[in-house]
């Protein structure tokens, strides 16, 4: 991508183009930035931060390993060949006193980072324009003679109340009117007739400000609510009138940044409120897997409402005599073999990277059958352009394989060998069974899976102690490495697996298993966890107790669980 802005020639000759990009970071939600957002922090050289979250942001989003300090994390890196790359991280938002800076101060941090003439971007809170610094910023950029442009932001202002359940405008309510009360002397006679007041900054004086409104005339009864940290999974909405809100806030003991809506609009959360209601809300989720393949399934816990934190416990390698997947690879070009079976997406993945080794395409599978243990897996052949002519039909799994794969027919197969191209510690039922039917296997080990590095002494204590309230087991060697490297969860944790293998590897080491996919894949996994949070949080309501999480309480023991 490349950003283009007037360049000026001086009698010392050209000079570097000097650019900023003014991006608003949205409300706190990763998943509002705005496709232009994450284009030009992707391509961005020095990214300055407004708020100490916005580096781990933009870490997250860039997948850039986090910062190491001390010297053992320096080795942990190193070993495990990782080296922290991606921008340069300045903060734009607090001096190193950990004071707030001025607008004027913001101004010549951002000055300074221009003028080195690398791709720089100013992540700002919100919407650059909207009761943010950035008018002043960019105004300072002109007046060095400094290009900029500005990328508008989702504002807290109405994406707060918005995840509240709180809707500024109805048909019947369709006038807002939007005040920032820091450090201001507000008339509020002049606004006790309008009929929704959204207030910013308001949290410390919320007392004064519901006095004055009822001194103006303004009923006591007014509904108000107050959302701190609105969008994220630890949002917090209080509702109260005018005549209860600052003493409920103080109870509460709510803290900024908040979002006051005040008005009849309020009345309607109660219908609509939907985000702190989905049923993993605020729920810290372990997710131990491949970095490769936790994605999709962090993807869709999160979309519960939960708080998913991957940690990884397998590295994929590949074998150490790579000699057996070439003789192998060779013989289904040469004709060798009449089926070949996937068993995992990591399989394609090996077979795949050999072809283009080799520069091979999938014409070489031409006249050679295909099986994929599942759906997933027939879906990542599919993306290479071959289609399985087998999938299990019921159980997604070698044992559903199995039972839909055809024994060998001297008549209709030509040839009785089946290349079967799997993990190092990949189980022996299949082959047994495929034997059973007739048929010669080349069990070929296509990849390795190996142990990681214990994840960071905080992540182990969290776990060892349940402040984790649920970890999802795709697959029995996570249950066994997670295990290994940081020991086992706690009693209070809720442990959910992808299927009977995994939960039986579960049990025996002594985990109670809670929640089992009704079929082998992450997206019914995290559905199946999130039907038990449903259930568990109606349970809760329907006994008139306070809707808390796993982690907040602290049985003795387990209870019995099913598994379904």
Known sequence: MTNTASSTTSTSGPRQTRWVSFVGAGPGDPDLLTVRAVELLKDAEIVITELPEHETMVRGLLGLVEPVETEAEVAEVVAAMVVPEGPVFVDGGFGEDGQPLTHASRAKVVIKQAKTGKRVVRLMAGDPFLYASGPEEAQACAKAEIGFEVVPGVSSLNAVPAYAGIPLTTKNHREITVL???GASINWADYVHRPTLVLLSAVGTITEIARDLIAAGRSPETPVAMTRTGTVTTQQTLVSTLATIGADARAARMEAPAVTVVGPVVDLREQLSWFENKPLFGWRVLVPRTKEQAASLSMRLRSFG???EEV??????PPRNPQQMDKAVRGLVE?????IAFTSVNAVRAVREKFEE???DARAFSGLKIAAVGEKTAASLLDWGLRADLVPSGEQSARGLLEDWPPFDELLDPIN???LPRADIATENLVAGLIDLGWEVDDVTAYRTVRAAPPP??????????KFDAVVFTSSSTVRNLVGIAGKPHTSTIIAVIGPATAKTAEEHGLRVDVMAPHPSVEELAEALADFGAARRASLIEAGAPVTKPSERRPAGRRRASSK
């Open 417 to 419: 060998r089946v290349f």
């Open 312 to 317: 990884p416990t397998i590295s994929v390698e």
């Open 180 to 182: 920032s009360c820091s």
């Open 335 to 339: 004709g060798r073999y009449e089926w």
């Open 457 to 466: 002494a905080p992540t182990r204590e969290a776990i060892k102690s349940g």
């Open 358 to 360: 080799y520069g091979l």
């Open 306 to 308: 939960s708080e998913p």
